[in-house]
């Protein structure tokens, strides 16, 4: 029996995988979708509870075109799904006045005239009494950032590409994509499947498909008791604080869990997930407590619960939205990662279907194209 075919084969369904399955479907393509596990899940990196979202962009001015796309696909989202996913509380970017954090802030505010304000400490302090902030640090408040719901956001791209005609394949593990005459076999443990193009969304299992150069770094999450009043998310904006030493963390109001901080742990690198150690050690919850006590004081109550997230980096920790190199233009590559990657991954995956369908992406992806040297592409 032959394998039964499809347009496009989408491998892993996080977050750039979902919304990309859903543009796929919502054109009229005959679409596929597959995942090892069953999306929204917390085995990755779209999980626990919440993600910024912004537009004073520190990371660079090659994002604004996609950040400006993807909050009007949210709000489409919203629409079609019937359930909140974004809440534009602010945001405030917190650090040295030379930190890249605050100047890159500074910059891309003013290159895309979001709605954006430059604070000294006490500001930031009388207008929000939850945080303390060191007095020699500026904040830069984006009026148009707050937070997006991972789990809501998975689940509704999920549920209306299957609306649309997608069919999805949950906790079915692809063991291997191989070229076959013009379009490519994918297969799992209970079947094989043959499409024109595959698109690879596998996030921090991109690995075991294709060589790109990734590394996983581990980033904990806690969320903590407030033990006095300021942290509702009416009162309190998100927040990214870079440090003296460039060490960069982030925190959410009580959005009913109590209050989350994230931290990157910059020397916890791997090649792979199954490296990544899941348990939260003394020494995470005493780093991230420290976090707590020195920004947000009356936030520092009992730790409530823990978890470890996934941030899958390239090189140069940008996006990476093209063709596999080697491919034949048979497979797009969605690394849309790098710990920053939530927030524009609705018009990632409206790119990633236009490469799939060959159309051309309704945003320019030049700047996030592959540039790295070739070692080989591997279809494992």
Not at 225 to 236: I, L, N, Q, R, T
Not at 301 to 315: A, E, F, Q
Request: proline content about 7%.
């Amino acid at each position: 029996m032959s394998a039964r075919a499809f347009d496009v084969i989408v491998i892993g369904l996080g977050a750039a995988g979902s919304a990309t399955l859903y543009h796929l479907a919502r054109s009229g393509a005959r679409v596929l979708g597959l995942d090892r596990f069953a999306p929204p899940h917390p085995h990755g990196s779209t999980h626990s509870e919440s993600r910024i979202i912004r537009k004073a962009y520190f990371e660079g001015a090659q994002y604004l075109p996609l950040l400006t796309r993807a909050y009007e696909l949210w709000s489409e989202l919203e629409d079609d799904a019937g359930t909140e996913l974004v809440n534009l509380i602010g945001c405030l970017n917190i650090g040295p006045p030379e930190s890249h954090l605050v100047g890159g802030a500074v910059a891309s505010a003013d290159a895309i005239g979001a709605n954006c304000e430059v604070l000294e400490a006490g500001q930031v302090m009388t207008r929000f009494p939850g945080y303390r902030l060191p007095r020699d640090h500026l904040s830069v408040l984006d009026l148009e950032a707050g937070f997006i719901r991972p789990e809501r956001c998975i689940t509704a791209h999920l549920k209306l590409a299957r609306a649309h005609g997608a069919e999805v394949r949950l906790d079915n593990p692809v063991q291997s994509w191989l070229p076959n005459g013009s379009g490519v076999t994918v297969s799992t443990r209970v079947e094989s499947f043959a499409s024109h193009r595959v698109v690879l969304t596998a996030g921090a299992w991109m690995r075991d498909f294709a060589k790109v150069p990734l590394v996983i770094e581990r980033v904990t999450n806690s969320w903590f008791a407030p033990v006095g009043p300021g942290y509702k998310a009416s009162e309190c904006p998100v927040f990214i604080f870079e440090d003296a030493d460039g060490v960069r963390s982030y925190g959410f109001p009580d959005l009913g869990s109590g209050v989350k901080v994230g931290l990157h742990h910059q020397g916890s690198l791997h090649r792979h997930p199954d490296e990544v150690p899941r348990v939260i050690t003394p020494d995470d919850e005493a780093q991230v407590r420290h976090v707590v006590e020195r920004l947000l004081p009356n936030a520092a109550g009992i730790g409530l619960r823990t978890s470890v997230c996934l941030y899958s980096n390239t090189p140069d920790k940008d996006y990476l939205i093209d063709f596999l190199p080697q491919s034949d233009r048979r497979v797009v590559i969605g690394s849309a990662c790098s710990g920053h990657g939530f927030k524009a991954s609705s018009a990632v995956g409206e790119q990633l279907a236009a490469l799939a369908m060959e159309k051309i992406p309704k945003v320019d992806t030049t700047p996030f194209a592959w540039r790295w040297p070739l070692n080989g592409s591997a279809a494992a």
